[in-house]
């Protein structure tokens, strides 16, 4: 039977095989008839009837007609507070007024010139002006471009092959990165790629600074090693931030460049990103989602003398190849428009500590709910983000645990009871809230507390059904 594995989850599901019967799903059945509908037309269209891995939802995903601020109305009109955030890219919540007021402007002027515009050179200044290691800065259209375009420049400046990254850490679905992101950690577990590249990848564990010294070691080869500095997926299993501290001094005392992956921590954790708060200057980032203001759009910024290999030399300078980069939508107005909107208020707002305010008393009111109820999970996370771990082994372990650490990240990772993390989803949603697939969820800086006593209501009265069908 035909499998793929959730990326956030990094389950081996089977969009096939029929749901788990469950009292939620009926309910869920009953009142989302419309989006039951779609999702049946959608199955004729696209695999699973998605158009992202992480959208896949038992029974069916939920369809959704419009959004604002923190809240989204599906297609039966029912509301709810909004936690998937654009997949992170919202961290002023749906359309706000600024930001759509730019892209409305920008879209009478003309949507692609083909050409060059200021309005991309006001989106690289903010970008350097928000972060100090960006010397230099080349758009990409996606994350998943700006992580393929950073290690590109890495072999190229460094004339290396292989890149190291961490088991868990998730850079996008390119064919160097589009597999190790499970518990097993196969090396070659992702169907359709070359062998011969994937064994260019070194996936390391996280936190570990004596294995890394033996990779670089047994490996003279490595041209970088990449990783989301705030942990792999979002913080899901962490990293700690002295081990942060020993990678950028080991990497840079080998020559081997530091690249860190802000594609979800940039302009979120702080507004120069995770390197501002951990005050740690990598050789390269790659950015994406929030850099756009909710439109496609990325970047790699860093060393100007990385970046330079992208550069034409010059007639009268030596012979040289530069690394080929295209990419129609790069830069496109639109996207810089909305970049702009969206960094000049991460960078004159509070906007990033709203966020991550909201987020730390979310988990910590989260966790309480789920120790009333006698569940043994852990809700966690850091910055503007929370996970639930469900704790399928039934380990003894808190928050803290996770956070320094001394939890495995095999063990987060581990499946989940089969079926619990859907239902979990549609609980919450039968309660006007919808999470995000790790289980969890990026908040923004517009959620209110209106918004707070509601999700907690919802995770209680979820946790009270799942309770009833025997889930813990
Ligand atoms: N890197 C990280 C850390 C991400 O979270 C993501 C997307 N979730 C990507 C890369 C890929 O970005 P995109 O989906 O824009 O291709």
């Known amino acids: 039977m035909a499998t793929h594995t959730d990326r956030a989850t990094a389950r081996t599901v089977s969009p096939t095989a029929p749901p788990s019967s469950s009292s939620l799903f009926e309910e869920y059945r009953r009142l989302t008839g419309k989006s039951a509908q779609l999702a049946e037309r959608a199955r004729k269209v696209f695999p699973s009837g998605i158009t992202h891995d992480s959208r896949f939802l038992e029974p069916y995903p939920l369809y959704v007609e419009h959004a604002a601020g923190s809240h989204k109305w599906d297609v039966d009109g029912r509301e709810y507070v909004d936690y998937t955030g654009g997949h992170g890219a919202l961290l002023l919540g749906h359309n706000h007024p600024r930001i759509v007021a730019a892209i ?22 903010l970008v350097q002006q928000l972060l100090p290691s960006a ?22 400046a460094t004339g290396k092959q292989k890149i190291v990254r961490f088991a868990g850490h998730f850079h996008g679905w390119h064919d160097h990165v589009a597999f190790g992101l499970g518990p097993d950690n196969r090396p070659l577990s992702s169907p359709g790629v070359l062998p011969e590249l994937a064994e260019q990848m070194i996936i390391a564990p996280p936190n570990d600074a004596a ?66 708060h951990f005050g740690i200057r990598p050789d390269l980032t790659t ?4 850099l756009a203001g909710g439109l496609p759009g990325g970047a790699v910024a860093g060393r100007e003398d990385v970046l330079e290999a992208l550069a034409f030399p010059s007639a009268a300078g030596p012979r040289r190849d530069k690394v080929p980069h295209h990419g ?28 991550n305010d909201y987020a730390a ?39 803290a645990d996770i956070a320094s ?26 309660h006007g809230v919808e999470i995000f697939s790790w289980p969890g969820g990026p908040t923004s800086a517009v959620h209110s507390d209106e918004d707070f006593e509601r999700t907690v209501a919802a995770f209680r009265g979820t946790l009270r059904r799942l309770q009833d069908e025997g889930e813990f």
């Open 361 to 399: 008393r979310l988990r910590a009111r989260l966790q309480q709910v789920v120790d009333e109820a006698g569940a043994p999970w852990i809700v966690y996370g850091t910055f503007s983000g929370f996970h639930v771990f469900t704790n399928p082994e039934g380990q003894t372990v808190t928050a």
């Open 287 to 290: 950015l994406a989602k929030i």
């Open 328 to 355: 129609t939508y790069n830069a496109n107005p639109l996207s810089a428009a909305a970049g702009i909107a969206t960094l000049e208020l991460v960078a004159t707002t509070d906007a990033c500590q709203q966020a």
């Open 104 to 125: 409305e402007e920008q879209l009478r002027r003309g949507t692609h010139y083909g050409s060059g515009h200021e309005l991309e050179i006001r989106w690289g200044e």
């Open 405 to 430: 650490g001394r939890c495995d990240w095999r063990s987060i990772k581990a499946p989940a009871k089969p079926g619990l993390t859907s239902k979990l989803r549609v609980g919450m949603i039968l």
């Open 135 to 156: 010397e230099r800065v080349r758009f990409t259209s996606s994350g998943t471009e700006a992580t393929l375009l950073a290690l590109r420049l890495a072999r190229a």
């Open 211 to 276: 294995a890394l010294e033996r990779i670089f070691a047994e490996n003279p080869d490595v041209a970088a090693v990449i990783l989301e500095p705030t942990g792999g997926s979002w913080g899901q299993t962490p990293i700690v931030p002295e081990f942060l501290r020993e990678l950028r001094e080991l990497t840079a005392r080998r020559g081997v460049l530091l690249i860190f992956d802000e594609v979800i921590s940039g302009f979120r954790v702080a507004p120069g990103g995770a390197q501002q």
